[in-house]
Structure formats: C-alpha cells, structure tokens
C-alpha cells in the first residue's frame, strides 16, 4: 500500500501492484517506507542536501544528475535524477524519482529506464562538440563529491531536444507529466513534516533496482 491514492497511468500496463511498463521500456512504481526518511539534511537547506544526497549516490558507485525541490500534492518533496551501470553488462540505467518525506515515513514515485543494445551515443556525440576538457566538469553539489559514475555535460537537460529518445530523456518527461497528477491521502498529509534524524547507517536506496 501507498499514500499515492492516484495518478496518471497514461500509456503505461500494470504489470504487478505498484508497478507500470510502457512500450519504451519504462519501469513506474511507486513506495511507501515506514521509516524515518534517510535525507541527509532539511528541504529548506537545499545546499547540504544536495551535497548530501550526491555523496550517498557516488558512495553506492552511481551518479547524481541532479536534484531539485518542490512539492507533490502540495507537500514539500524533493526529485532526484541519478544514473547506475548495469550489473550485467554495458551501459547504464537511469532512475529518477519525488520522494515526499513526513516525519516517520515518506512514499517515493519513481521512473526508470535502460539504454538498449546501442550505448553511449548521447556522450560520444556531446564529447566529440565540446572536446574532453568542457565535457567533464566538477560535480554542481560540491567538490567533496567524488566516486562512483562521472559527472558530465551529456546528461544536461539541454541535451534531451536532440536524443528525444535516450532513456534519460524519457525519465525526465516523464516525471514532468505525471507528478502534477499525484494525489496524496488526508492521512499521510496530515502527518507532522520531515525533520532529519542525526547521522546513522543508511537503511535504504531509492535508486536500487524495483
């Protein structure tokens, strides 16, 4: 069970409770965990959250693409766009997701999709017009954040016009369409706000795979 008690499905077949595929091989599901959320810092501190939530995601061996703050269903949340190689081969999977945090638990909307057979054509593109030394930047959330997959240029939102079908594209259009839509129960909305606990080991990844 979730507190989404609605959004829009659009072009997506339910393929288990909580999980949707569409045709581009698109993975929606949505959370629910009853447990303190393990943000590193408060939503009105976007500086130490980022840093924060960029370090956690390179310490995991992935990439943060970005983060940004809003809110679902008018509850302050936060949206988190990373990349993960692929366990079992090249290529990566990019993950994007609203997590919407209460005191004691928070329910997270999430999107994922896989490059195919064909990989790395976005980068080798962006590369080859910018040249190596613009293309590989240090990360935006701060210079402590290293490890994992490299931050670069080929995931700007500025390239998603002209690859309209790389996975990371779809994920962000995605989420654009569908988090509007969201509608939270009374019950979740009514639960005190998020206050971050002090420092403990993590409990979980949004990023893993569904």
Not at 6 to 22: A, I, S, Y
Not at 23 to 49: I, K, N, R, T, Y
Not at 60 to 81: M, S
Not at 90 to 114: D, H, N, Y
């Amino acid at each position: 069970m979730t507190p989404i008690t609605r959004f829009d499905t659009g072009g997506f077949t339910e393929r288990e409770p909580g999980v949707w595929t569409d045709e581009h091989g698109l993975v929606l599901s949505v959370h629910f965990f009853p447990l303190v959320p393990d943000l590193p810092a408060p939503l009105d501190a976007p500086g130490p959250l980022y840093n924060g939530l960029a370090r956690s995601v390179a310490s995991a061996g992935a990439g943060l693409i970005d983060a940004e703050l809003g809110h679902v269903d008018g509850l302050p949340a936060v949206r988190q766009l990373a990349k993960v190689a692929r366990p079992e081969g090249r290529g990566q999977v990019f993950l994007g997701s609203w997590t919407v945090p209460r005191a004691g638990c928070s329910t997270v909307l999430k999107v994922q999709a896989g490059e195919g057979p064909m990989t790395g054509m976005r980068e080798a593109v962006v590369l080859d017009r910018l040249g190596a030394e613009r293309y590989f930047a240090p990360h935006p959330y701060g210079p402590g954040v290293t490890g994992g997959l490299p931050y670069h240029l080929a995931d700007l939102e500025d390239w998603d016009e002209p690859f309209p079908d790389h996975p990371l594209t779809l994920v962000r259009r995605t989420l654009r369409r569908i988090v509007p839509t969201v509608a939270l129960h009374e019950q979740f909305k009514a639960l005190p706000p998020f206050a971050p606990q002090p420092p403990q080991a993590p409990r979980r990844r949004w990023f893993g795979r569904s």
